[in-house]
């Protein structure tokens, strides 16, 4: 019996080849790829082309019925509580133990481009106790279920890239794709009572070519460069150029993307619905949120391991160089 399953990522029906769609006068065992291309979801009317594999996305709350994205998980030993200090940069307290983003997410922490901050300023930044906070990351060092990733200061940058692009780059890129059709429709739908659901789709619609353009440049020119860098340890990068500059232009770009997930947040009350909203609005909200956390990981992963990685093999060689020349 078939049981191949297909989401609507607009609405998060679930077309199941074994069921068919009874409403619809199409039995089972219909298969997804043998509906005619015409054919609409028959929740909110999408096209097919906005279906998924059940397996290929994760969406908020159907965690039950979506086999989540693949995500590679080793285990390495978490040790964070005896290092937590008021000095300690946030990105590295994330290091030590990738548990803590969730606590971060939670009081607004920004840990991926203001990772170099230390834990004090951070707290002041967003008023909050530093001592509180201490001994609140002591406790979730305790109790939090330890996430558990290879250690990615040791393995090799090939590896993290590989990682990088499989877990944040490829559901990305669906997660764009599905947000804008719902921030369209929240947009067409309730813009003239929610005036600022029009400029959140506005805005995320500039994040998505951002974003998407973004990626482009790292898996076609950044990350094979990394690569052939590591494999090669020498300091140059593509046409001899260094690596610095590309590094520089990534960091900046992730920045923008920062400034513009936080004017979403602002624009949709931190992501609370209004009393108003349908479940589309109430999907896209959450939507939102996890993508917004998605993004701080991502970021994380690349600004404050992969590149000071890359920064460091080409100081080294660079070093290196220098000293041969001067003897
Ligand atoms: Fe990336
Ligand atoms: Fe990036």
């Given amino acids: ?45 999408s096209k097919k082309e906005m279906f998924q594999p059940c397996s ?51 009081y607004g922490i920004d840990y991926c481009c203001g990772g170099k901050i230390s834990l004090a300023d951070a707290c002041q930044k967003r008023h909050l106790d530093v001592e509180t906070i201490m001994q609140k990351l002591n406790i979730v060092s305790e109790k939090l279920e330890p996430v558990l990733e290879p250690d990615w200061t040791r393995t090799s940058l090939k590896e993290l890239i590989d990682h990088i692009l499989a877990c944040y780059h490829d559901p990305l890129r669906l997660e764009l794709k599905r947000i804008l059709a719902l921030t369209d429709k929240v947009a067409r739908v309730h813009g003239n009572s929610h005036p600022e659901m029009i400029k959140v789709a506005e805005i995320f619609a500039r994040l998505k070519e951002q974003l998407e ?61 209004p009393p108003d909203a349908c479940t589309t609005f109430k999907v896209l909200l959450k939507s939102l949120a996890n993508f917004e956390s998605e993004m701080h ?16 093999i080409s100081s080294a060689s660079n070093e290196a160089k220098s000293s041969i020349a001067i003897s």
């Fill in 213 to 273: 353009l973004h990626m482009q440049k790292e898996e076609l020119i950044l990350f094979p460069g990394i690569a052939a860098m590591e494999a090669n340890k020498s300091a140059m990068f593509g046409c001899g150029a260094g690596i610095e500059h590309p590094i520089a232009v990534m960091t900046m770009e992730h920045e923008d993307a920062g400034e513009a997930l936080c004017t979403l947040r602002n624009l949709t009350n931190d992501y609370n619905p």
């Fill in 56 to 106: 290929c996305v994760r969406l908020p709350g159907l965690e039950q019925v979506c086999e989540p994205h693949k995500k590679i998980k080793l285990n390495v030993p978490i040790d964070s509580k005896s290092k937590i200090t008021k000095e300690s940069p946030v990105g590295e307290l994330v290091i030590m133990n990738p548990a803590f983003t969730q606590f971060f997410e939670q």
């Fill in 297 to 312: 990981l991502h970021v994380h992963k690349e600004n404050n391991i992969l590149f000071p990685r890359c920064l460091k």
């Fill in 1 to 45: 019996m078939s049981n191949a399953k297909n989401i609507c990522t607009v609405c998060n029906y679930i077309y199941d080849e074994a069921v068919g769609e009874p409403r619809q006068h199409i039995a089972p065992l219909q298969s997804f790829e043998d509906l005619p291309e015409e054919w609409n979801c028959p929740d909110c009317n």
